[in-house]
Nanobody, 127 residues
Framework: QVQLVESGGGLVQAGGSLRLSCAAS????????MGWFRQAPGKEREFVAG????????YYADSVKGRFTISRDNAKKTVDLQMDSLKLEDTAVYFC????????????????????WGQGTQVTVSS
């Protein structure tokens, strides 16, 4: 079983930066692909970024590529999302997600590929 707790959300002006962090429980964190998703009001939850168990493979949605950076620390059991050059359209609740353990280095973008979810943290970008 895995529990995920996000932190770091808040209100920021367009062009600014925020760093989200996800703390995981459990002994198998280092063997799980991790992802960040977001859900804006009235919209479906969408993939933002993902990282393989080793950190060697990362994948980003086109909308955030070049602005967001995902990273992980397996010793601390955390996965972070550095968000720079934030835009109004980045406003959403951001969720951390974990795949089942021992599924290799694939970084899927589908929600259904992830088995565990955090409660989410609100990010609001203002003009």
């Amino acid at each position: 079983q895995v529990q995920l707790v996000e932190s770091g959300g808040g209100l920021v002006q367009a062009g600014g930066s925020l760093r989200l962090s996800c703390a995981a429980s459990g002994r198998t964190f280092s063997r799980r692909t991790m992802g960040w998703f977001r859900q804006a009001p009235g919209k479906e939850r969408e993939f933002v970024a993902g990282i393989s168990w080793s950190g060697g493979i990362t994948y980003y949605a086109d909308s955030v590529k070049g602005r967001f950076t995902i990273s992980r620390d397996n010793a601390k059991k955390t996965v972070d999302l550095q968000m720079d050059s934030l835009k109004l359209e980045d406003t959403a609740v951001y969720f951390c997600a974990a795949r089942a353990a021992n599924l290799g280095s694939i970084v899927p973008t589908a929600l259904t590929a992830y088995d565990y979810w955090g409660q989410g943290t609100q990010v609001t970008v203002s003009s």
